[in-house]
């Protein structure tokens, strides 16, 4: 089975079913309504692809933006002086 981009499945869907149609009287046969069916579900199946997609970036994002604030906080100006502080510098 050939994997199609979105780009090829939307094409393909909008052949059978489009704004133009939606907007005539056209009414389609049973074996176009069949087609038609068929194509949602394609559609239905990709959008819960993709929306499986965006959780696991979602969380990969997540991950990264909370490596980049332990490093931020790592090398943080305020960080520098509690070792001036423990070398017995005092705070005026």
Not at 40 to 47: A, G, H, I, P, Q
Not at 53 to 62: K, N, W
């Amino acid at each position: 089975m050939q994997i199609m981009s979105v780009e090829e499945v939307l094409s393909d869907a909008r052949c059978v079913a489009n704004i133009q149609l939606h907007r005539s009287p056209y009414v389609p046969t049973d074996q176009e309504a069949d087609v038609i069916r068929m194509k949602t579900r394609e559609l239905r199946d990709l959008d819960s692809e993709i929306s499986t997609e965006i959780q696991r970036l979602g969380a990969q994002r997540d991950d990264i933006r909370s490596q980049i604030a332990v490093q931020d906080a790592i090398v943080a100006p305020c960080r520098h002086l509690s070792n001036k502080w423990s070398d017995g510098a005092q705070c005026r």
